[in-house]
């Protein structure tokens, strides 16, 4: 069974930092892209980041970029996210999710596989 499993999440004051982890079980994930979504409370689940199957190429949202990091490690089956600068609306919970062929990493229909999730409070 492919599971995601989050963690990392929690309660941060508004400039501090939080590193989300996202380990992948029950298949090989060294050929996939993954990213970070996220949602917040009455808002629809938005692109974060992403990460191509080498880790050489990265994308980010506009309103991440130069503040969070994606990264990961094949060989532990685990992907990455470096949150720095935290703002208040960054708050949300945050998903991670894997994909095989995707076309725009953007979109969350591409990716097949989802993880359940782990919460993000920044309080300002």
């Known amino acids: 069974q492919v599971q995601l499993v989050e963690s990392g999440g929690g309660l941060v004051q508004a400039g501090g930092s939080l590193s989300l982890s996202c380990v992948a079980s029950g298949r090989i994930f060294d050929k996939d892209a993954m990213a970070w979504f996220r949602q917040a409370p009455g808002k629809e689940r938005e692109f974060v980041a992403a990460?191509?199957?080498?880790?050489?190429?990265?994308w980010y949202a506009d309103s991440v970029k130069g503040r969070f990091t994606v990264s990961r490690d094949n060989a532990k089956n685990t992907l990455y996210l470096q949150m720095n600068n935290l703002k208040s609306e960054d708050t949300a919970d945050y998903y991670c999710a894997a994909g095989w062929a995707i076309s725009v990493v953007t979109t969350s229909a591409e990716y097949d596989y989802w993880g359940q999730g782990t919460q993000v409070i920044v309080s300002s």
């Open positions: 990460i191509n199957w080498s880790g050489e190429s990265t």
